[in-house]
């Protein structure tokens, strides 16, 4: 069985193109549609990574990542920012909030599962 992989992301396109590229490559998919549902989802699921939506429709993902950098136990969760959110600065803003990394939308396909592969090694 592949790494846990969490994607948090309240479109169901987008979230149905990760999930088929992901459990293509024998990754363990899990969706959550909100920030507060994801947050649910590391308690119970303890996903190896989190790809992160940044505009949710309750609290964002920068809030997200907050959360989950305040708890010791998730310090070193990986969580990479997926998002439309592509002007200059957003970046810094993502991984000043706690993501270790930053992709914008439209998501390459390839790009994803070769940080996926070089994370989870």
Known sequence: ???????I?????????V?????SKG???IWAPTGLKGLEEIETKKPNIVLLDI???DIDGYEVARRLRAEEKYKTLP???????????????ALAAGCSQYMSKPI?????????SEILK
């Open 27 to 29: 990754y363990v998919f």
């Open 19 to 23: 999930r088929r590229a992901l459990e």
């Open 55 to 57: 505009n949710l429709p």
């Open 9 to 17: 992301e309240d479109n169901p396109d987008n979230m149905l193109l």
């Open 1 to 7: 069985m592949g790494a846990t992989v969490l994607y």
């Open 79 to 93: 969580i990479i920012a997926i998002t439309a959110n592509a002007l200059k600065g957003d970046a810094d803003k």
């Open 108 to 116: 390459n396909i390839r790009d994803l599962w070769e940080r996926l």
